[in-house]
Each structure stands twice: as C-alpha cells, then as structure tokens.
C-alpha cells in the first residue's frame, strides 16, 4: 500500500470512527420533516431571530429558503453589543451554516473570551458555562490556534467545578473541546492533547452516568445535544450507548407533541438528522430540497364535557436578603388545556399580588418577575417553577397544566 492510500483509509477511519450513530427509520421520516416545518413557519420577521433556528435548518436542509434568508440576514444585521457570549457564538455558527462571513463577530468574541472567568473560581454552577462552551466551539471552528490558550484554561476551570452536573452543559461543552481536540494544532504541547482528552473522559461519564432505561438522557429536552456528544467524542463512555433506543424514545415523545416549542425542535434536530454542531463548517450551501415533505396532521385534542379545570397557584420568596417574604396561594379556573401563562394571568386579574413580569428569550416568555421581586443575575436568583415538588421542564408559555394541579413559583439562588 503506498502512504497516500494509508493516510486515507485512516482519514476514513477517523471520519467513521468507533463512533455510535443512529438514523430515523424512513416510515417515521414525516414525523420529523413535521417538526422540522413547524421550526421553519414559526419564523417571522417580527418574531425573535433565533441563531439556533438557523443552524438546525442548514444542517438539516431547509424545506424554505426565503425564510433561511430572511433569518440570515437579521442576524447579520444583528449588533454584537447586544448579545451575550451565548448568543454571539451561536449567531457566528448560525452565520457560518449559511456560508456567510460573520465579520467580525469572531474578534469581539474572541476578546470577550480572553477576559472570561467565571464569577469566583471552582464556584460558578456548571449552567454558567453554557455560553462560554458555545463560545469555545465557534472559536474553535474559526481558529484553533489563536483559541488554544482560551480552552486550555476553559478545561482547567470547568474540571476543578464542583458543582451538580448538568447534562445540557456537558453536551456543549463536549462538543467544543472535541472540536480543540481534533483540530489541536500541529507543533502544540502534546499535553495539551491529554487535557483536552481527560476533561471529555471526565464530562462524558457523567453524560453517560444520565442515560435512563429508556433512552432519555438528562431529561428530553437534553437529549438532542447530548445525543450530539456522544457521538463525536473520541473519549467513548464505560457504559454502552444505546442510540438506537434513545431515538425510539424520542420518536415518541414527538408523537406525543412534546416538541412543539421552535427551540427545542432546532435543539433535537441535527440528531434526527445524523448531524452535529461539528458539522457547521461543512455545510455546503447549494440548491435545498424542491420536494415538499409529507406531513402527519397531529392529532387535535378534542375538547372533554368539563371544559374547566382549576389550579392551585402558590408564589414563595423565603429567601434572605430580600426584606420582603411571602408565601401566598389562589386557586384559579381557567379553560383545559390552556398554558401556564394563562393561570397566570388569571392570578394576577384576581390579586394584585400575583402581578408578574416575562422576558421574550429562544424559548419563549420567561418569568422574570413575580410581587416587584426581579431575578438577579449578581445576587443568581430567579423563580423556579414547580408541579408540587417536582420542577417543571417547561416554560409558562409551553407547559399545560391538569386539573387540580398545585404549581408554586418558587424564588431560589443558584
Ligand atoms: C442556564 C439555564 C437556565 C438559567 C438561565 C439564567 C442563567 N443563569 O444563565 C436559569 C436557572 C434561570 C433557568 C431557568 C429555567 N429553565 Co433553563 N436552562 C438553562 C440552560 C442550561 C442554558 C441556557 C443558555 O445559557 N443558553 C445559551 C444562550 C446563548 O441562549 P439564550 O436563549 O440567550 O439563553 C437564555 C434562555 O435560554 C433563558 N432560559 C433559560 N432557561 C429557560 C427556560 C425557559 C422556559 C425560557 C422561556 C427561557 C429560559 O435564559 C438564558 C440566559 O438568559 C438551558 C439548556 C438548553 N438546552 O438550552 C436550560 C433550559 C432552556 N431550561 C429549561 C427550563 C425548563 C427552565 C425552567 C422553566 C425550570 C423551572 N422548573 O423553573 C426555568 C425558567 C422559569 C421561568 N422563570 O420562567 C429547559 C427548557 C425546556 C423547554 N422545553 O422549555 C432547558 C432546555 C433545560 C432542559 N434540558 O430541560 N435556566
Ligand atoms: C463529573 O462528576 C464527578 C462526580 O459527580 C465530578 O466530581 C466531576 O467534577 C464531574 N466532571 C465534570 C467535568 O463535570
Ligand atoms: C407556604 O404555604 C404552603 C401552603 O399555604 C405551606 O404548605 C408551606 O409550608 C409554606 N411554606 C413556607 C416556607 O412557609
Ligand atoms: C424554594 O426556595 C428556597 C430558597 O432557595 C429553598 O430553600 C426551598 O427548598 C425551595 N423550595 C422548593 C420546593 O424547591
């Protein structure tokens, strides 16, 4: 065999790697091209321009290309200093899916990485390096050297954490120092190669350590990011990865219409569709699909004899510091299936109390304030939401709650 042909079997072998992969079976596709349209139509001019949205749609190859271009071009049109470390990656990446140049946006983010640290060393919670590992990763793809010294110190940090893990977190942060790990530039500190590899071994047990009989991984809404990262880690867990089982399992929960929400439809995506974040830089931006898929009408719930349910609604601030407690409940009637926000809003009609305030975010209205008590992003509080004990994992605006359910809105520090 001559070298050239050894150089591209290991190519090969690299590219298929030991990796696990999965794929939908192809009577369940309309299932997935639905969800994948319900992302593109909820797409507006005056809707929020959603980086992820733009990203899930280019790696899974869009079925509307006037919207692919109306969301290219508000978020090039979008002011760097208006977004957060989070977001500037994830626009770069959304930017660069559609073979733009995002200008430079890399050099802002970039400086902002050089002066990131989180807010006291091994104390930060692990969500806070959400956007920072998103950061990494379009560093990463734009320039792994320069980015070198910023994942070094990146790794170090999130390995001396301490606090809980969470599976979201893990996902991207895997997904972007596997990028450092495979682009680790020639001539660079092979212990760099060894750091990168222990802290991906260290976050990918956890990962794994996630995994429910079921398939699920951390909860539903994880699962698609965390699908992402166990299937580019070169750092493979102890325990076996059954992805087969996880896409079965998410397969239903679509046929539930448990995806609904854009975001978590452009979270799950790339996974339905064999792609990760890694692949941005490839995308190739030729001609899209001219075949329209096939949809499935879901199922409309139809309305029961009762139209009426009631909830219980308890809001609690306990928390010290703040001069001001309470703990006070309603109990409010509202049609079935109505979102959370309606109980809400109902709440607040009845008593002044109950008076609140949203923010519009990538996953819809977030709660922000409840009775004058704002979240605070020095002090890490914000309201929780619970069904009894149980934290909901969905937003006001998303989550339907039963009859004679008690949701408290809880005010709570991380
Ligand atoms: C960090 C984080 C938080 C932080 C945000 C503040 C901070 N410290 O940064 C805190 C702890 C406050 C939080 C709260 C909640 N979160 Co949260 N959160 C995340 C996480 C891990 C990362 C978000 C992020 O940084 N994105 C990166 C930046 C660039 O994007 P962004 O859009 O600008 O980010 C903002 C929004 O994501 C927003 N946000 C965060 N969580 C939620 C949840 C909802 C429903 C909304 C509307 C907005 C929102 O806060 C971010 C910072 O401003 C995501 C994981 C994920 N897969 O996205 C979960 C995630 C988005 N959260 C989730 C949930 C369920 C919640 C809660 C509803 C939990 C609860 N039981 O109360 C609450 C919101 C309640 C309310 N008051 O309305 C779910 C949403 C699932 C869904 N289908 O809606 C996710 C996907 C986690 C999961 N796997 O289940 N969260
Ligand atoms: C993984 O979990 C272990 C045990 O909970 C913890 O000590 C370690 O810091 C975690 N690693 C990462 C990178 O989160
Ligand atoms: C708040 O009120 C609820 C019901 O009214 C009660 O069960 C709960 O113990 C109270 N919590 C605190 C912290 O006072
Ligand atoms: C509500 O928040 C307080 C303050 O953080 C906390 O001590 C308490 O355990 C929380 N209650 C629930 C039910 O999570």
Redo the contacts with the bound molecule.
């Keep these: 065999m001559t070298w050239l042909t050894i150089y591209l079997l290991n190519l090969l072998w690299a590219m298929a790697g030991t990796q696990s992969s999965c794929s939908v079976p192809s009577e369940e596709q309309p299932w997935v091209d639905g969800i994948q349209v319900l992302m593109e139509n909820s797409v507006t001019k005056s809707a929020f321009a959603n980086p992820s949205i733009l990203i899930a749609m280019n790696l899974a190859g869009t079925y509307n290309p006037e919207t692919q271009k109306l969301l290219t071009y508000e978020l090039m049109d979008s002011d760097s200093a208006d977004l957060?470390?989070?977001?500037l990656?994830?626009t770069i990446m959304a930017l660069t899916s559609s073979c733009r140049d995002p200008g430079n946006k890399v050099s802002v983010l970039q400086n902002q990485m050089k002066n990131w640290a989180p807010s006291r060393r091994g104390e930060s919670?692990v969500?806070?390096f959400?956007?920072p590992s998103?950061a990494i990763l379009a560093l990463c793809q734009k320039n792994s050297e320069t980015t070198l010294p910023i994942a070094v110190s990146f790794a170090k940090i999130l390995m001396a954490n301490s606090s809980p893990f969470?599976?979201?977190?893990g996902a991207v942060a895997t997904l972007a120092l596997t990028c450092m790990y495979n682009r680790i530039p020639v001539g660079s500190n092979e212990n760099y190669r060894a750091l990168f590899a222990q802290a991906l071994k260290s976050i990918v047990e956890n990962i794994s350590s996630r995994i429910q009989a079921n398939g699920i991984i951390?909860?539903i809404?994880?699962t698609g990011?965390a699908m992402q990262a166990l299937s580019v880690t070169p750092e493979q867990p102890t325990n076996k990865w059954d992805c087969e089982k996880t896409m079965a399992t998410i397969l239903d929960e679509i046929k539930e219409g448990k995806f609904q929400?854009p975001?978590?439809i452009a979270?799950i995506l790339p996974s339905l569709k064999g792609k990760t974040y890694l692949d941005v830089p490839q995308v190739t931006c030729g001609p899209d699909h001219d075949v329209q898929p096939t949809l499935i009408d879901y199922p409309t719930t139809v309305p029961t004899a009762s139209n009426d349910i009631t909830v219980t609604y308890t809001i609690n601030n306990q928390l010290r510091g703040v001069d001001l407690l309470f703990n006070v409940t309603i109990e409010v009637s509202v049609k079935r299936g109505s979102v959370l926000l309606v109980i809400l809003e109902e709440a607040q009609r009845k008593n002044s109390m109950f008076k609140f305030e949203?923010t519009m975010?990538?996953?819809?209205?977030?709660?922000?304030s409840i009775n004058n008590i704002a979240?605070n992003?020095n002090h890490?509080t914000?309201?929780?939401?619970?069904s009894n004990k149980t934290?909901?994992?969905?937003?006001?605006?998303?989550y339907i709650p039963f009859d004679h359910e008690h949701i408290t809105?809880n005010f709570t520090q991380?």
């Excluded at 975010?361 to 922000?368: K, P």
């Excluded at 914000?382 to 619970?386: D, I, N, Y």
Aim: proline letters at 2%; a negative charge; charged letters at 15%.
């Design positions: 957060t470390i989070g977001q990656a994830l919670e969500r806070a959400y956007g998103l969470n599976v979201d977190t951390g909860d809404y994880s990011l929400n975001m978590s979270q949203t975010t990538s996953w819809g209205l977030m709660v922000t979240e992003a890490k914000w309201w929780e939401f619970l934290p909901l994992n969905e937003g006001v605006s998303y809105a991380y």
